[in-house]
């Protein structure tokens, strides 16, 4: 999953340095506050343990090997935040070092597995260990799961990397600049060798090795972030009140912003209806936006099919039952915004970890 | 697989790793036209050779780049076979099996059929593998000649120097210098396990070994955190970091920056 040099075009390298700058910055910044001085010595030999996983050969049902990022141990252990500065580091010595993995698409890497990585194992750990004990096998399971679905997570998004590359940058004579094949062919591709092989590697390991220090070094999976002295809170853990507070009233403010929404005119493009195709006014429209392409003469089949099979309670922003659009807009928008508070809440209270009935040794 | 051959192949791994480290070590002490410049101007001439390579849509200037390099790889005494079997043939590997479908998949003016499989490469499919592969051997052989010319410490002092954060120097530093006792630590701990197995391990005990290896690792790993950080303390650390910085440019040094620069803009302009 290392991309070399020469496989992503100088602008998505940008991009994806971009992306993976915002989560060293947030992550930095995180850390050295929960952690302090002690930040810098932990990261760097949590780093040099990562590295030195990589190069462990897991071996695998059937007889074969593979190679582990070490990612949702790190992400279990460390925390977020933590996970993604360790792993990152790690990726900086193997690309720097090594030449294991580019340069130019060091932020690219560091994004797909750092980042992307962290976050998913984090989550689908929390989510799939649920309340469970902290000795119990649940969370052995909830470490494979959460191994197995980070680790293609990350190289889903390496394969979507590679495959808009034909897409975006060709030449006039249609020949691919960079990585040449398109999404149909990238993802199948790179999602075949994940889903069995470095998948099951990193599922092993980090099923593995939480089973290990269930029995061995409890500490180290009891509050995570707890690991270097048992005193500093994870950061993804800590109940920043001030932040929360921010949140509020940017979500409140939004809301309020929600009928300037009603000012764009026409619908976005792409998103027609079957009705818009039939309609020659919003037809004339999308001929105007698609650069004068005509859409097509009849509605393609499987778009009249699909059409009918969800029907949405709010069918474009304004509930049938009011008759002011803009009310209409707005309510809609609470409804959504509500919905995801309601969501977000239900998954930090199941995915909230053991307290006191399962105490720490 | 043979019984044990997880471990052989890990324990090849750490080897490696300790062998190129030792090569990069011997290569950047030698006197040659790379190690004569100040690190500075080592890192700006290859990043921008490197991304002058990414920007290149021209097969012969990339070439022209790949033939570039190679002339600083001799001149600054780098084994060209050491090039070869550490970048070259793995590249080849590599990238070439990734780009090979290209040759067939990708559309276009078909340049010749192989009779036995009825398959036509196209011309487009030709020039898409080659930028590929031709792209990824230069880029990587400059990032390679850049790590066997410099010491690593250079390299971090030179990433300072170019606003990189205190901080993360000092972690990529540390995390450099631990990386090497833990791989001989894992080593360690891999060789006593492979000493004292008789017969055949079990697929699900072999995993287990892996599994308590690392997580004993992990545990060292912590411990060693510890003692770091202890160590830093009683040195008087209190969460500032300081590096020094004693690089001075010289006439050459502003000659080789120019060159590069020159080269990797030209490069980049040619190849549009």
Known sequence: MHIPDGYLSPSTCATLYAFAATGWYSA???IKRMLATRAIP???????FSFVVMMFNVPLPGGTTGHAVGVTVAAIVLGPWGSILAISIALAIQALFFGDGGITTLGANCFNMAVVGSFVACGVYRLAAARSGIRSRRRVLAA???GYVSINAAAFVTALEFGIQPTLFHDGSGTPLYAPYPLHVAVPAMML???TLAGLAEAVISAGMVSYLQRADLGLLGEAGNLATGSAPIPAMVNNGRSLRRLWWAVALLLVCTPIGILAAGTAWGEWSSADLMNAKTRAQIEAA???HAPPVSVPTGLQKLSTVWTAPFPGYAPRFIKSPAFGYS???MFGAGLLVVVSLTARVIGRRPNARNPRP | MSQHSFIESTLQAFTGAFSKALQSEHTANQPGLLQLLDPRVRVIGMLALVVSVIICRRLDVIAALLLTTVLIAVASRVSLVSLATRV??????????????ALFLIPGTPVFVLPALRLS???QGLRTASLLVLRVETAATLTTLLVLCTPWTHILKALRSLRLPAEVVTMLAMTHRYVFLLIETANQMFESRQSRAVGKLPGSEQRKVTARTAGVLLSKSIELSHEVYLAMLSRGFHGEVYLLNDFRMRLRDYLGLTAFICVGGLAAWMGR
Do not use: E, Q, Y
């Open chain 1, 28 to 30: 930095l910044k995180r």
């Open chain 1, 42 to 48: 932990l990261i760097s030999v949590l780093a040099a």
């Open chain 1, 144 to 146: 494979a799961i959460a």
């Open chain 1, 193 to 195: 060798g994940h889903l």
């Open chain 1, 290 to 292: 698609s650069g004068n």
């Open chain 1, 331 to 333: 309510l809609s928008a």
């Open chain 2, 88 to 101: 070259w043939f793995v590249i080849l590997g590599f990238t070439g099996l990734i780009a090979l479908p």
């Open chain 2, 121 to 123: 490469v196209s011309a």
